[in-house]
């Protein structure tokens, strides 16, 4: 009923760029926020960005200075602007979306991820 379909993941050297963005459709009464997380092989799932529905971001610790997420409401798409990849900064990228499908009704729904591959 609800689908967020990740895009932009690829292959890249160190120092490179890429740029993610995230689309939700379906069902939506509203978004309430939005965010990125990340997969290494071995590792357990992390928060990478957030953006809540007033404005306000956080990031991990890792990616400050680096990574910049942005959202278009209209669209409810949310983006996740990657500069200065490192390798430690391969994973599979899941979107995750706080979305209400009827008022008061929340719910949290992920993308089925998007790879980042940053080689040395």
């Known amino acids: 009923q609800v689908q967020l379909v990740e895009s932009g993941g690829g292959l890249v050297q160190a120092g490179g760029s890429l740029r993610l963005s995230c689309a939700a459709s379906g069902s939506i009464f509203s978004t309430n926020a939005m965010g990125w997380y990340r997969q290494a092989p071995g590792k357990q799932r992390e928060l990478v960005a957030t953006?809540?529905?007033?404005?306000?971001?956080n990031y991990a610790d890792s990616v400050k200075g680096r990574f910049t997420i942005s959202r278009d409401n209209a669209k409810n798409t949310v983006f996740l602007q990657m500069n200065s990849l490192k390798p430690e900064d391969t994973a599979v990228y899941y979107c995750n979306a706080r979305i209400r499908t009827i008022p008061t009704m929340d719910g949290d729904y992920w993308g089925q991820g998007t790879q980042v591959t940053v080689s040395s």
């Open positions: 953006f809540t529905s007033i404005g306000t971001t």
